[in-house]
């Protein structure tokens, strides 16, 4: 067989253009973790960013966007780029999303992942929580249990409450994935739904769950978890009729 011919030979590909909104999310990373910046800590303004990446401002924006999909950082309107959760170069990011056109089958859906990530967030916190966990959880409780008993309602409290549990488990990968599709999930609660008592028939349940993690039990963490959930995906289908 003949030697191929320069002609012949596939062509050398040009290399990709440098992903420059990725070496700036890197270099934030980098940043916020030698740093230590905590959440609610200020990042740097944009111009200082600018100048010291040698970047243009849409760069930056960029790569702000892509930190703010990933629920990293929040702008706040007149006052800055905050942290929400610290990162490192090391952080995996997990975004979640869909499409909400079908609106009932969507939430439906989330909800059966939520079940099963949720009743075993609950029963690993009955397994490991401490002493120390037990008396935040127990602290958000009592609030949650304040405001609904005053107002009806206890949306952020009863946020509150879950991701004091979701703490308990020591494993950080329960509360990201469930702060994500909660707050995906709840969103909906005000627009279209308009419904500031969804699921408020589950509040009594939220109690006998703490009593059930803190005796250490978690099979019926795991059922009242369950007694929770029922009462939302009942709502769910009563609103989108």
């Known amino acids: 067989m003949s030697p191929q011919t320069t002609s012949e030979r596939p062509a050398i590909e040009p290399l990709p253009p440098i992903d420059r909104a990725r070496q700036v999310t890197e270099a934030l990373a980098s940043y916020i973790d030698r740093a230590s910046l905590q959440a609610g800590d200020r990042l740097p303004a944009e111009r200082e960013l600018m100048a010291a990446l040698n970047v243009g401002r849409s760069t930056i924006r960029e790569a702000i966007r892509q930190f703010q999909a990933l629920g990293v950082i929040e702008s706040r309107k007149g006052s800055g780029t905050y942290l929400l959760k610290p990162v490192t170069t090391a952080t995996v990011h997990m975004p979640l999303s869909f499409d909400a056109a079908h609106l009932r ?4 859906q989330t909800l059966e992942v939520r079940r099963g990530l949720e009743c075993e967030a609950n ?8 002493a120390d966990d037990l008396v935040v959880i127990e602290a958000k409780l009592n609030e949650m249990e304040r405001v609904h008993i005053a107002k009806g309602t206890s949306g952020p409290e009863d946020l509150a409450f879950h991701l004091a549990i979701y703490d308990a488990t020591h494993n950080p990968l329960f509360k990201q994935l469930l702060e994500q599709m909660r707050g995906a999930f709840e969103r ?4 279209p739904f308009d419904r500031s008592d969804f699921a408020r028939r589950s509040f009594p349940f939220h109690r006998t769950l703490f009593n059930a993690i803190a005796a250490g039990d978690p099979e019926t963490a ?3 978890t369950l007694k929770i959930l029922a009462v939302v995906e009942e709502d769910i289908k009563e609103m989108s009729k």
Do not use: Y
Not at 105 to 108: F, G, K, P, R, T
Not at 188 to 191: M, R, T
């Open 105 to 108: 089958d969507v939430l439906l």
């Open 123 to 130: 029963m690993v916190a009955a397994r490991r929580r401490t």
């Open 188 to 191: 909906f609660w005000e627009e």
């Open 222 to 224: 795991r059922i009242e």
